[in-house]
């Protein structure tokens, strides 16, 4: 949809283009200007009107109308994990998420370890993040604390919170569930 209305302003503003391009060209004493600044036009329109949607705009709402049904997850969040490890530990981590309309990228942090998104995807079907992140322990962590990959399911029923699971690769074979506010 974005890309389609993009595409018709980016059309209607080349028009606009082409027709003071006409009317240069048909002064006096002019030289024939070329229409290969209309195909550069026609780009930079196009590219301005897609940035100012995917940053901007996707978020928005006129009218009651919103311009994409993607939720915005951006922002700061604080909560648990409770986690098969230990037969039960509870740990407290924080989540930043950064998003625009077409990308998404979460960074997960504990007082041991931090976690980044590799891969993300919001599931408008099932309400659902879901990313597969790769974990680096800090200094302080327990000596069986090592490098790893995971994959987490993030269930969003309202706009403040997310509830959901994880489980890690094979040879941790940790797995648990993971509770979240946003706190901005």
């Known amino acids: 949809m974005v890309g389609?209305?993009?595409?018709?302003v980016?059309?209607?503003?080349?028009?606009?283009?082409?027709?003071?391009?006409d009317c240069i060209n048909s002064l006096p004493y002019v030289s024939y200007i070329p229409?290969?600044?209309?195909?550069?036009?026609f780009g930079f329109v196009y590219l301005f009107f897609f940035k100012l949607f995917d940053r901007r705009l996707w978020k928005?709402?006129?009218?009651?109308?919103?311009?994409s049904q993607i939720p915005n997850l951006a922002g700061s969040w604080k909560g648990h994990i409770k986690s098969n490890y230990n037969e039960g530990t509870k740990t407290d981590i924080t989540v930043d998420i950064e998003q625009t309309w077409s990308s998404i990228s979460i960074i997960l942090k504990t007082a041991t370890s931090k976690s980044e998104?590799?891969?993300?995807s919001i599931s408008l079907s099932k309400s659902r993040l879901?990313?597969?992140?790769?974990?680096?322990?800090?200094s302080n962590s327990a000596k069986s604390m090592h490098?790893?990959?995971?994959?987490?399911f993030l269930d969003f029923e309202n706009d403040n919170s997310l509830k959901g699971s994880y489980f890690t690769c094979r040879d941790r074979q940790n797995n648990g569930d993971i509770y979240l506010r946003r706190i901005n």
């Open 117 to 120: 998104s590799e891969v993300a």
């Open 10 to 21: 980016t059309l209607l503003l080349l028009k606009i283009f082409n027709v003071i391009v």
């Open 130 to 138: 879901v990313y597969q992140y790769f974990n680096e322990p800090s």
């Open 35 to 41: 229409y290969i600044p209309q195909i550069a036009t």
């Open 147 to 152: 490098k790893h990959y995971g994959f987490t």
């Open 4 to 8: 389609v209305a993009s595409f018709a």
């Open 60 to 67: 928005k709402s006129l009218f009651g109308f919103s311009f």
